[in-house]
């Protein structure tokens, strides 16, 4: 059964830094897209930053020059470091990826538990 586990979060005042971690388990194949969305209060869940296994990536346009993702493939693991937090980007951050289960499966959508990323002074 796939898995996927986020750690990093907490607060942190304007202007910090945070990264987030997320492991997935459980999957025979390399994901074959991971990425982190968030849910600010009474918001809907927006795409934060995506990256493709070939290293592709993208980025939500307020959080450009701000963040950054990266992948260990190996590890199926994503990160996300955040610099220069704004109180605009307290959210719960959630880890997507998609995963093939089998060789020419088309891939399954798979997401973590979240974990709170708080910006205050």
């Known amino acids: 059964q796939v898995q996927l586990v986020e750690s990093g979060g907490g607060l942190v005042q304007p202007g910090g830094s945070l990264r987030l971690s997320c492991a997935a388990s459980g999957n025979r194949f390399t994901p074959a897209a991971m990425a982190w969305y968030r849910q600010g209060p009474g918001q809907q869940r927006e795409l934060v930053a995506v990256?493709?296994?070939?290293?592709?990536?993208n980025y939500a346009d307020s959080v450009k020059g701000r963040f950054a993702i990266s992948r260990d493939n190996a590890k199926s693991e994503v990160y996300l470091q955040m610099n220069n937090l704004r109180p605009e980007d307290t959210a719960v951050y959630y880890c997507?990826?998609?995963?093939?289960?089998?060789?020419?499966?088309?891939?399954?959508?798979?997401w973590g538990q979240g974990v709170q990323v708080t910006v205050s002074s």
């Open positions: 990256m493709v296994s070939g290293g592709g990536h």
């Open positions: 997507n990826a998609a995963i093939r289960l089998r060789s020419g499966a088309p891939p399954n959508e798979y």
